[in-house]
């Protein structure tokens, strides 16, 4: 949108406003745990989102000894839970301060959408200072930086979204460099 704008303004007159991220999000302390490794999907259960391959990348994975947690309801629900794979726990849908207590000590947030342009769930995480884990889809490249505040992999690649799990999963040290990155800036950028 912003580079079609630009062919009719001066690009001096055209930039990209996020829609900020609840102020609440500003007072959660990231402290994540050493001994209690898990990640977090935040959104809709659906295809659209990725769920398929995020579920056939927790299969691919290497490491074991971690959770993941997927946090909302969808169409896919079913399926996920038939899949009987003990490192998922659905959640179901769950109020902020629930969520935030979650996103509190998670290691990474994965997010592997296929479409969505600047997904809540990922400024959040952000404020917060969670890596995060997802694709160049849609906006949400803008501001998750590859190798530095986390990882950007193909839509639909769960090979590659497996990597990126294990590499963060087997590495506490990369997690909390990754949560530091850029997280001031991230904060600012994001407050309403």
Known sequence: AISGLREYYSPRETRMVEYGVHPSFYTVSWQPKQEEPYFVFVGSLTELKGIPTLI???????????????????????????QRLEQIVCMGLLGWKELQRKLSAAWALVHPTKAYTGPMAVKEARVIGLPVITTAERGQSRYVHHGENGFIVPAS????????????????????RFGHTHHDSDREYFRP
């Open 157 to 176: 690649d769960p090979d590659a979204l497996a990597t990126a799990i294990d590499r963060l999963a087997g590495d506490f040290a990369m997690v909390k």
């Open 56 to 82: 056939e990348a927790v299969k691919n994975c290497r490491t074991r000894g971690w959770r993941l947690y997927l946090v909302g309801e969808g169409p896919l629900k079913n399926w996920v839970m038939d």
